[in-house]
């Protein structure tokens, strides 16, 4: 079992900064990759940022440019520091943690943070 704990949401007006963080514990051995999603009314919930367990990353077209992913290994906690916001970068944003043990996946999720961006 893993455990995800989401901070760092709020409200912003448009071009503002923000910066997520999730802390994760439990049994972290079988984690292969952390990242943050979103959910806008209305709307599917869609990837928006992903890092590896090596370090790698990627984003969604929308954010690239903007937002960047990070993670702290010792603290087990992972950032997602939002630049430049847009009132449509206005979600949801859940934490998610991705395990893989040969045939055998898992996606754990977070509560969920509100981001909330005005014009």
């Known amino acids: 079992q893993v455990q995800l704990v989401e901070s760092g949401g709020g409200s912003v007006q448009a071009g503002g900064s923000l910066r997520l963080s999730c802390a994760a514990s439990?049994?972290?051995?079988?984690?292969?990759?952390m990242g943050w999603y979103r959910q806008a009314p209305g709307k599917q919930r869609e990837t928006v940022a992903a890092?590896?367990?090596?370090?790698?990353?990627n984003y969604a077209d929308s954010v690239k440019g903007r937002f960047t992913i990070s993670r702290d290994n010792a603290k087990n906690t992972v950032y997602l520091q939002m630049n430049t916001l847009k009132p449509d970068d206005t979600a949801v944003y859940y934490c998610n943690a991705h395990a893989k043990i040969r045939a055998w996946e898992y996606d754990y999720w977070g509560q969920g943070t509100q981001v909330t961006v005005s014009s």
């Open positions: 890092i590896t367990s090596g370090g790698s990353t």
């Open positions: 439990g049994s972290m051995f079988s984690i292969n990759a």
